[in-house]
Nanobody, 122 residues
Framework: VQLVESGGGLVQAGGSLRLSCAAS????????MGWFRQAPDKEREFVAH????????LYADSVRGRFTISRDNAKNTVSLQMNSLKSEDTAVYYC????????????????WGQGTLVTVSS
């Protein structure tokens, strides 16, 4: 199984970025997909989740209304559109796949990508 993130980079506060994650080696539509992030010296935290069919989404309070998660089961991809970025959004962003368990818990996820760095300058 491989999850490969892309789209990270440097952006000014108030700007936007779109992260993508390409999945291979798994039956993609069987997995809920999540995005997590980890800032320096902090724990990895939940950002967003989309259900296997894409019909249900869940967001952390800190990003709700600014970030949008979506998936394309035909292309085995999941995306995170990030708008109105803030300096506190600076982190390495990871996509992950889960079959069951709580979507907000790291322990529920079976597979993880290597991460992509997002830096928001103020």
């Amino acid at each position: 199984v491989q999850l490969v993130e892309s789209g990270g980079g440097l952006v000014q506060a108030g700007g936007s970025l779109r992260l993508s994650c390409a999945a291979s080696g798994l039956t993609f539509e069987n997995y809920g997909m999540g995005w997590f992030r980890q800032a320096p010296d902090k724990e990895r935290e939940f950002v967003a989740h989309v259900s296997w069919g894409g019909g249900s989404t869940l967001y952390a309070d800190s990003v709700r209304g600014r970030f949008t998660i979506s998936r394309d089961n035909a292309k085995n991809t999941v995306s995170l559109q990030m708008n109105s970025l803030k300096s506190e959004d600076t982190a390495v962003y990871y996509c992950a796949a889960r079959e069951g368990g709580s979507p907000v818990s790291k322990r529920s996820y079976d597979y993880w990508g290597q991460g992509t760095l997002v830096t928001v300058s103020s």
